[in-house]
């Protein structure tokens, strides 16, 4: 591929802004503005790496909006006059990559727009030694998209606690060394029986209310595992001793009582098993979760 600089020709490249309009230029200038996304080209100024520079050769007329800058303020001017580097480092930083690599680079990464921040897909590709051609495509709503769907996989809605998928790939992840780690399962007995005889959003509101003495406890990581199953994950490094009988049930006292809605109490009746898991556990954490629930299924049945 021939390099160009600016205001010459190539047959692969018309000129991002020529001396005079020509056929190849007016192309060129329909395609860019027939991008759906912002799209600008870029030309490296100043070789010093100390104080290099770009300079807006050209910006299709959906990036002028998102500026919302005269078309002459932005064309023909510094970028970082336009983007503060010091705010938009990252993006930035992978312009002057792409020249140095001579090589695209597709990423997304935050940019700093009207005090707001924005994530944008950049396609960055390398025309030359110092032109570079930026499409950038606002995934903002899709971000956020994907963060409710994250969300929505591994917490739960109602008491905004961590759910089972969250932590079976807890378990899945810590490492085996100088750690102690216990899980304890407490389960609402007759849970089906408050709700049919105090309703619904009451026994929602018990729900809630366990999750918020659970994180009360200040103990651990805080789960709900099933509409009426809770756990507490306790870590602990190797010279602590591990959860007892005795903190099981001091934590399941202070969980049971005290929950009430509309000035009705309500019953709160546990059954509890754990775990406990010492370093080096040689059938390793992610077997946890199934040893509690046998302890708490063994409870059950004592129930």
Same mark, same amino acid.
């Given at each position: 591929?021939?390099?160009?600089? %600016?205001?010459?020709?190539?047959?692969?490249?018309?000129?991002?802004?020529?001396?005079?309009?020509?056929t190849a230029s007016r192309l060129f200038e329909a395609m860019a503005e027939g991008?759906?996304? $912002?799209?600008?080209?870029?030309?490296?100024?100043?070789?010093?790496?100390?104080?290099?520079?770009?300079?807006?050769?050209? /910006?299709?007329? =959906?990036?002028?909006?998102?500026?919302?800058?005269?078309?002459?303020?932005?064309?023909?001017?510094?970028l970082s006059s336009i983007y503060p580097f010091s705010k938009n480092w990252v993006?930035?930083?992978?312009?002057?990559?792409?020249?140095? @690599?001579?090589? *695209?680079?597709?990423?997304?990464?935050?940019?700093?727009?009207?005090?707001?921040?924005?994530?944008?897909?950049?396609?960055?590709?390398?025309?030359?030694?110092?032109?570079?051609?930026?499409? /950038?495509?606002? %995934?903002?709503?899709?971000?956020?998209?994907? &963060?409710?769907?994250?969300? =929505?996989?591994?917490?739960? +809605?109602?008491?905004?606690? &961590?759910?089972?998928? *969250?932590?079976?790939?807890?378990?899945?992840?810590?490492? /085996?060394?100088?750690?102690?780690?216990?899980?304890?399962?407490?389960?609402?007995?007759?849970?089906?029986?408050?709700?049919?005889?105090?309703?619904?959003?009451a026994a929602n509101n018990l729900l809630r209310s366990f999750a918020k003495e659970?994180?009360?406890?200040?103990?651990?990581? $805080?789960?709900?595992?099933?509409? +009426?199953?809770?756990?507490?994950?306790?870590?602990? @490094?190797?010279?602590?001793?591990?959860?007892?009988?005795? @903190?099981?049930?001091?934590?399941? %006292?202070?969980?049971?009582?005290?929950?009430?809605?509309?000035?009705?109490?309500?019953?709160?009746?546990?059954?509890?098993?754990?775990?406990?898991?010492?370093?080096?556990?040689?059938?390793?954490?992610?077997?946890?979760?199934?040893?509690?629930?046998? /302890?708490?299924?063994?409870?059950?049945? *004592?129930?």
């Amino acid at each position: 591929m021939k390099k160009t600089s %600016v205001g010459e020709f190539s047959p692969e490249y018309p000129p991002p802004f020529p001396q005079k309009e020509t056929t190849a230029s007016r192309l060129f200038e329909a395609m860019a503005e027939g991008n759906m996304h $912002c799209y600008c080209l870029l030309e490296l100024t100043n070789d010093d790496s100390m104080n290099q520079d770009f300079l807006v050769r050209y /910006a299709n007329s =959906k990036l002028i909006g998102l500026l919302r800058l005269p078309r002459k303020s932005v064309v023909g001017s510094p970028l970082s006059s336009i983007y503060p580097f010091s705010k938009n480092w990252v993006q930035c930083g992978r312009y002057f990559d792409a020249l140095q @690599q001579n090589k *695209a680079i597709m990423e997304e990464f935050p940019l700093e727009v009207f005090e707001q921040t924005r994530w944008y897909r950049h396609e960055i590709v390398p025309l030359s030694e110092n032109l570079l051609s930026v499409t /950038a495509e606002d %995934v903002t709503e899709q971000k956020s998209l994907q &963060k409710q769907l994250v969300r =929505k996989a591994f917490c739960d +809605d109602l008491t905004g606690l &961590k759910n089972r998928n *969250a932590l079976v790939q807890f378990l899945n992840s810590i490492p /085996a060394e100088n750690t102690r780690v216990s899980l304890i399962l407490f389960d609402i007995e007759g849970f089906s029986d408050i709700n049919n005889s105090f309703g619904v959003d009451a026994a929602n509101n018990l729900l809630r209310s366990f999750a918020k003495e659970l994180q009360g406890l200040q103990a651990g990581s $805080c789960y709900r595992l099933s509409v +009426d199953t809770f756990g507490l994950l306790v870590q602990r @490094q190797d010279t602590e001793a591990s959860v007892n009988q005795t @903190q099981v049930v001091k934590w399941s %006292v202070i969980l049971a009582r005290g929950h009430e809605y509309q000035g009705k109490n309500l019953p709160c009746v546990l059954s509890v098993g754990y775990s406990n898991a010492e370093p080096n556990y040689r059938s390793g954490f992610a077997q946890l979760l199934g040893e509690a629930e046998v /302890a708490l299924s063994a409870a059950r049945q *004592a129930f």
